[in-house]
């Protein structure tokens, strides 16, 4: 099946930083989205990106379906970026999500 | 968007016991999605409740475990049966929604799960 690698698998940054988070995935997929799950352990969406860039607020992604990869863009982290950010994809019909190991982003003030 | 209700919201349970845990979603939606997250570990597929027929099971998880139902195009039921401390999970409903030239999936809140 696909394989969906994300990295780095941990990161720590100060207020204000910038950062930049990868997916790669091993075939071709017909959706990908990345998620933050919240300390809480709520999963948020934050973009649909089968190919493309999209943005919002602070937050960007870019996804090279051709290159087989995504990165999601955090510019000026707050406190509350921090969590686990996920990115999945579905590569047949029946929408069912393939999962990466997630990047644990620590924002400290 | 879709807004996703999930109870409990957590349990604490004996292990050989049984908890069934509901999804509830405001709009009638076709594809619906248990999933499982153990601690420190992503989320894993277990299947998809299907409206009206038996759900599909993905590998690695069997009906006699993890029994669902989904009696109608807004709520599904996951059992959890005959608990065992590696049971101990968050365990998530999702549903797809299908927009313009797009298919997102959104997910409940969780339900987290300790078996002693």
């Known amino acids: 099946g696909i394989q969906v690698e994300q990295s780095p698998p941990d990161l720590i940054l100060q207020e204000g930083a910038n950062s930049t988070l990868r997916c790669n995935f091993s075939d071709s997929v017909n959706n990908l989205q990345w998620f933050h799950q919240n300390p809480w352990g709520q999963l948020i969406n934050l973009f649909y990106?089968?190919?493309g860039t999209k943005q919002n607020g602070r937050l960007s992604a870019t996804t090279v379906a051709t290159e087989r990869y995504s990165l999601l863009y955090i510019s000026s982290s707050q406190t509350t970026d921090s969590g686990v950010y996920f990115c999945a994809v579905t590569y047949n019909q029946g929408g069912k999500l393939i999962f990466g190991q997630g990047t644990e982003l620590s924002v400290k003030p | 968007s879709a807004v996703i209700s999930q109870k409990p919201s957590r349990d604490i349970c004996q292990r050989g016991t049984s908890l069934t845990i509901q999804c509830q979603v405001d709009?009638?939606?076709?594809?619906m999605f248990w999933y499982r997250q153990q601690p420190g570990q992503s989320l894993t597929l277990i299947a998809t409740?299907?409206?009206?027929?038996?759900?599909?099971?993905e590998s690695g998880f069997v009906i006699d475990k993890f029994p669902i139902s989904r009696p109608n195009l807004t709520f599904s039921t996951l059992t959890v049966s005959n608990m065992s401390p590696e049971d101990s999970s968050i365990y998530l409903c999702?549903?797809?929604?299908?927009?313009?030239?797009?298919?997102?999936?959104?997910f409940g809140p969780g339900t987290r799960l300790l078996v002693l």
């Open positions: 409740a299907n409206q009206g027929s038996e759900a599909t099971y």
């Open positions: 709009s009638q939606v076709t594809m």
């Open positions: 999702s549903v797809e929604h299908v927009g313009q030239r797009q298919e997102t999936q959104y």
């Open positions: 990106i089968p190919s």
